[in-house]
């Protein structure tokens, strides 16, 4: 995969890297309008998403929801079990976090971990730390589980006991670990760490370097990646194409999960596919999904 695609349309723009990580970005709002749409359909509960996600008038294919709707179910089944695994004693550092909203909603649920991560590029975060600080409905939850009144940090960042998000360019290893330090970041706990469609936008290089930096940083931690891989039938295609037209390469398209460069650092691994690990959910389908006929393709396998 060419990483320079688009660099003759931006010669008298901005540098090309600095245009590839403006649509890398741009996945953000891909992402997160998807998942907002999804959820304003039934395919599962999320009262924190309307606060930082506007509702698209576009209505997305049942295949683009059910997508998502198993994406974000598979990932928090398994945050779930590492939290009850280590009686919520860890921590979890989402990586790319975009607008996630897991740390609202694992709060509900009693299942805090003692610290709860989030970094993604300063861009991002100043527009999450805006969101938060403006809507009681997210910063209430922070506020209830700190010890002062007010929440710590600037435009890029915010602290507080349970909780931080910290604008921050996961290449750039060196001032990562210094700022999640800053925020009290602990390498002896239990870690979880999270990336969700976030290395494919790096190449695999960045990525190998990521891996090992945190297979090294941690007494004991455990990686969940959620990547797209085997882009080269009809519908990965497609994808890479709709998103070259955003503006965000997958960078690491062509890296197949299971060779992710770093991976033999980590202890078993397992990279099931979505076709695969779809029929489990069935249980937990929500009717929505449930009624429509069987996926023939899935978003990200
Ligand atoms: C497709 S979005 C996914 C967001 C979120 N994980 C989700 O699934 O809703 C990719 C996210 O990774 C972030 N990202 C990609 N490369 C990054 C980097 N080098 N440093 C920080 N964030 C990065 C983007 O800004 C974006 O928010």
Request: charge should be negative.
């Amino acid at each position: 995969m060419a990483t320079n695609l688009r660099s003759t349309t931006f010669n008298s723009g901005p540098s090309s890297t600095e245009a590839d990580d403006e649509g890398v970005q741009g996945t953000c709002e891909d992402a997160s309008i998807c998942k907002r749409f999804a959820v304003s359909i039934g395919y599962w509960d999320d009262p924190y998403l309307q606060h930082l996600v506007r509702l698209s008038k576009e209505r997305k294919a049942p295949e683009i929801n059910r997508g998502y709707f198993a994406r974000v179910h598979g990932i928090s089944e398994l945050i779930k079990a590492f939290l009850r695994k280590t009686e919520c004693h860890c921590q979890i550092l989402n990586l790319g976090a975009g607008m996630d909203t897991t740390f609202w909603i694992l709060k509900d649920q009693d299942l805090l971990p003692d610290k709860y991560f989030e970094v993604d590029f300063p861009l991002i975060v100043t527009r999450k730390v805006h969101s938060i600080r403006s809507r009681p409905h997210l910063s209430k939850p922070i506020l209830e589980l700190h010890s002062e009144d007010t929440l710590q940090g600037d435009g890029h960042m915010l602290d507080s006991k349970r909780y931080a998000l910290i604008g921050a360019d996961l290449r750039d290893l060196a001032t990562l670990e210094e700022k999640l330090k800053k925020c009290n970041m602990n390498t002896q706990l239990p870690t979880l760490l999270v990336t969700e469609c976030v290395l494919v936008y790096m190449t695999p290089e960045q990525s190998a370097n990521l891996i090992k930096w945190a297979a090294n940083s941690f007494e004991t931690a455990m990686f969940i990646s959620y990547e797209q891989v085997n882009m080269d039938d009809r519908f990965g295609q497609i994808m890479i194409e709709n998103l070259r037209r955003s503006l965000a390469n997958l960078v690491s398209a062509e890296a197949a999960a299971a060779d992710l460069p770093g991976a033999d650092m980590w202890g078993p691994e397992c990279c099931p596919g979505l076709v695969s690990v779809y029929p489990t959910f069935q249980t937990s389908l929500p009717r929505a999904a449930a009624a429509l006929p069987a996926p023939v393709s899935l978003p990200v396998k």
